[in-house]
């Protein structure tokens, strides 16, 4: 039975380290997710709301764990963002003729470091092409900030958290069961 932190293992992570000791403690068995999501069956992942249209601006969400795709981890964490969906909304929003501008809204602990500079580097090309700018109100930690980082601006509320620039690998210590084998 893979469990949650077997999973982690398996993933570099640029995350602010309270968020990815949480996800460690989760006493989580996601066999049945990871079958599911393997085997290419529906399953929970509900389709993409890409980006909205408020007031000519392109609001893409980039909320939860920063993930490079779609995974059974997005089923096993709840509000995780694939990278890839971020990359697809900005090629939508720079191709739509009623969106003047676009504007990342972050909410986000960070994630995986598959990915993130690559997404960061569509956004700095981004814009080029149209005004890219950050917000959050909540966090935009390591990963997260690296992609605000790329915007033309990024504003923050008075209670934000920004940084938390790192990249943290998870390490579990079997020796106490390889000595009981």
Known sequence: MPKLLDLLLSHTWAMRQEALDTLAALEVDVSDIQAATSSGAPGPLAPPAYYELVDGVAVIPVNGVLMK????????????????????????????????????????????????????????????????????????????????????????????????IGVLTVHADYSERAKAL
């Open 69 to 164: 795709a779609p995974s059974y981890l997005d089923v096993v964490l709840g509000g995780a963002t694939p990278l890839n969906t971020i990359h697809w909304a900005l090629a939508l929003a720079l191709e739509d003729p009623e969106a003047r501008a676009i504007l990342l809204d972050i909410d986000s602990p960070g994630g995986s470091v598959a990915g993130m500079f690559d997404l960061a580097h569509t956004v700095a090309q981004a814009q080029a092409v149209k005004p890219v700018h950050a917000f959050t109100a909540e966090q935009a930690c390591s990963a997260a900030y690296l992609i605000a980082s790329q915007a033309g601006s990024l504003a923050v509320t008075k209670a934000a958290e920004v940084g938390s």
